[in-house]
C-alpha cells in the first residue's frame, strides 16, 4: 500500500516554509497547496457543527470552509460542489472534512500524497496530531534576527518588532518540544541557511524522512510557483527566483541597532542553542526599555493562550467529545 501519511510544513513567519513547501510540491508524489484557513479555526468551532454522524451537519460543515471567504478555499482552484458532495459522503469526523479538502488537491496534480503548510502550526502540533495522527512534521528553522528584519517589513505584520521576536521564541520553543517528544519518523527539522546553501543535501534528508524518492526538480521551487503561490501575496516574489543565499545574514543591515539590541537580549540564548552565534552590539544597541515590556507582554500572550488550549484539551479528555480523527488515512496508524 502507497504511504499516505499527511505532511505538514510548519515554523516561524518568515523562516523559509514557503519555499520548502514549493519544494515539496515540486515532487512527482507530492501536493502541498497555499496556506488556508480552516484547519485550525474548524478546530476552534467543531462544536458549532454539532454531531457529524448527521449528514446535514456535515453539509454545514463543509459549506463553512468552502464558502467562508477567510478559509481561502478560492486559492485551492478546487470545484465547490465537488468538495461539498466529498465531505458529505465522507466519514463522520473533522478530520476527515479537512482531509477531504487537501485530497482533492492532491488530485488536482495526480499526486497520490497531501500536505499542508501553516507557520502557525508550530504552536498547534497538538491539534495536528489528534487530528491526523500519522501525520509527519517538517520544520525549518531560520536565525531569528533574519525572521524579525523580514516580519517587520510585512504589510500584514501589524505589532512591531518585539512581537515578532516573541513569535519567534515561541516557533523555537515548540520545535525543541517537539524534537523531545515525537518520534524520529513522525517529526524532522532543518535550517533555512543549510537548505539554501546545499539544497539537494537537505532534499535527500526530508526524502529519507519521508520514506519517498529524491527528485531533483525539488531543488527548483520557482518553477511551480505560479501554481502553488496565489499572486496577490506579493510578499512571496522571491519565490519566482533561484533558491541562494542572498538573505542569509540580511538583518546586519535591516536592524535597526536598536532592534537588534532587542533581539540580542530577548532571543540570545536560543539562537546559540540553533547554532546562530551572537552578534556584538555596541552601546548603541540598547534596546528600548518599552519594546522589552512588549516582548514580554507577547511572550505572557503566548503563553496564556496555551494554558486555555491545554485545558480545552484536558476538557474534551473528561467529557468523551467525539473524535476528530482522519479515518481516511490508511498507512502507519500508532
Given at each position: 500500500?502507497?504511504n499516505d501519511?499527511p505532511?505538514?510544513v510548519?515554523?516561524?513567519?518568515?523562516s523559509g516554509?514557503?519555499?520548502?513547501?514549493?519544494m515539496?510540491?515540486?515532487h512527482?508524489?507530492i501536493?502541498?497547496?497555499?496556506?488556508?484557513?480552516?484547519?485550525?479555526?474548524g478546530y476552534?468551532?467543531?462544536?458549532?457543527?454539532?454531531d457529524?454522524?448527521?449528514?446535514?451537519?456535515r453539509?454545514?460543515l463543509?459549506?463553512?470552509?468552502v464558502?467562508?471567504?477567510q478559509?481561502?478555499?478560492?486559492?485551492?482552484s478546487?470545484?465547490?460542489e465537488?468538495?461539498?458532495?466529498?465531505?458529505v459522503?465522507?466519514?463522520?469526523?473533522?478530520?476527515?472534512?479537512?482531509?477531504?479538502?487537501?485530497r482533492a488537491y492532491a488530485?488536482?496534480?495526480d499526486?497520490?500524497?497531501?500536505?499542508?503548510?501553516?507557520?502557525?502550526?508550530?504552536a498547534?502540533l497538538?491539534v495536528?496530531?489528534?487530528?491526523?495522527?500519522?501525520?509527519?512534521?517538517?520544520n525549518?528553522t531560520r536565525d531569528?534576527?533574519?525572521c524579525?528584519?523580514?516580519?517587520k517589513?510585512?504589510?500584514?505584520?501589524k505589532r512591531?518588532?518585539?512581537?515578532?521576536?516573541?513569535a519567534?521564541a515561541?516557533?523555537?520553543d515548540?520545535a525543541?518540544?517537539?524534537?523531545?517528544?515525537?518520534?524520529a519518523?513522525?517529526y524532522h527539522?532543518?535550517?533555512?541557511e543549510d537548505?539554501v546553501?546545499?539544497?539537494?543535501t537537505?532534499l535527500r534528508?526530508?526524502c529519507?524522512?519521508?520514506?519517498?524518492p529524491?527528485?531533483?526538480?525539488?531543488t527548483?521551487?520557482?518553477?511551480v510557483?505560479?501554481?502553488?503561490v496565489?499572486?496577490?501575496?506579493t510578499?512571496?516574489q522571491?519565490t519566482?527566483?533561484?533558491?541562494?543565499?542572498?538573505?542569509?545574514q540580511?538583518?546586519r543591515?535591516r536592524?535597526t541597532?536598536t532592534?537588534?539590541g532587542?533581539c540580542?537580549?530577548?532571543?540570545?540564548r536560543?539562537?546559540?542553542?540553533n547554532?546562530?552565534?551572537?552578534?556584538e552590539?555596541?552601546?548603541?544597541?540598547?534596546?528600548?526599555?518599552g519594546?522589552?515590556?512588549?516582548?514580554?507582554i507577547e511572550?505572557?500572550?503566548?503563553?496564556?493562550?496555551?494554558?486555555r488550549?491545554?485545558a480545552?484539551?484536558?476538557v474534551?479528555r473528561?467529557?468523551g467529545?467525539a473524535?476528530?480523527?482522519?479515518?481516511?488515512?490508511?498507512?502507519?496508524?500508532?
Amino acid at each position: 500500500m502507497d504511504n499516505d501519511r499527511p505532511i505538514f510544513v510548519v515554523g516561524c513567519p518568515r523562516s523559509g516554509t514557503t519555499m520548502l513547501q514549493l519544494m515539496l510540491h515540486a515532487h512527482p508524489r507530492i501536493a502541498i497547496p497555499p496556506e488556508t484557513r480552516f484547519l485550525l479555526e474548524g478546530y476552534r468551532e467543531r462544536r458549532r457543527f454539532g454531531d457529524l454522524t448527521n449528514p446535514g451537519n456535515r453539509r454545514r460543515l463543509a459549506e463553512w470552509i468552502v464558502r467562508r471567504k477567510q478559509s481561502r478555499f478560492d486559492d485551492l482552484s478546487l470545484d465547490p460542489e465537488t468538495v461539498i458532495s466529498e465531505i458529505v459522503d465522507g466519514p463522520p469526523t473533522l478530520g476527515s472534512a479537512v482531509g477531504a479538502v487537501f485530497r482533492a488537491y492532491a488530485r488536482r496534480f495526480d499526486k497520490p500524497r497531501w500536505g499542508d503548510k501553516r507557520p502557525a502550526y508550530i504552536a498547534h502540533l497538538d491539534v495536528i496530531l489528534r487530528l491526523f495522527p500519522t501525520a509527519q512534521i517538517i520544520n525549518i528553522t531560520r536565525d531569528g534576527r533574519d525572521c524579525v528584519s523580514s516580519l517587520k517589513e510585512m504589510s500584514w505584520h501589524k505589532r512591531g518588532v518585539p512581537a515578532a521576536a516573541a513569535a519567534w521564541a515561541r516557533a523555537v520553543d515548540r520545535a525543541a518540544e517537539a524534537a523531545r517528544s515525537l518520534p524520529a519518523a513522525t517529526y524532522h527539522q532543518l535550517r533555512y541557511e543549510d537548505l539554501v546553501s546545499d539544497p539537494e543535501t537537505s532534499l535527500r534528508a526530508i526524502c529519507e524522512f519521508l520514506d519517498e524518492p529524491y527528485d531533483p526538480a525539488m531543488t527548483e521551487p520557482a518553477k511551480v510557483a505560479k501554481i502553488a503561490v496565489p499572486k496577490h501575496k506579493t510578499w512571496h516574489q522571491r519565490t519566482h527566483q533561484a533558491v541562494s543565499t542572498a538573505r542569509v545574514q540580511s538583518w546586519r543591515s535591516r536592524l535597526t541597532p536598536t532592534e537588534l539590541g532587542l533581539c540580542e537580549t530577548t532571543l540570545r540564548r536560543r539562537l546559540a542553542v540553533n547554532g546562530y552565534p551572537p552578534a556584538e552590539p555596541d552601546a548603541s544597541s540598547r534596546p528600548k526599555t518599552g519594546d522589552l515590556l512588549r516582548y514580554r507582554i507577547e511572550v505572557a500572550r503566548h503563553d496564556l493562550g496555551r494554558l486555555r488550549r491545554a485545558a480545552r484539551h484536558t476538557v474534551d479528555r473528561w467529557t468523551g467529545a467525539a473524535p476528530v480523527e482522519d479515518q481516511r488515512t490508511t498507512t502507519f496508524r500508532r
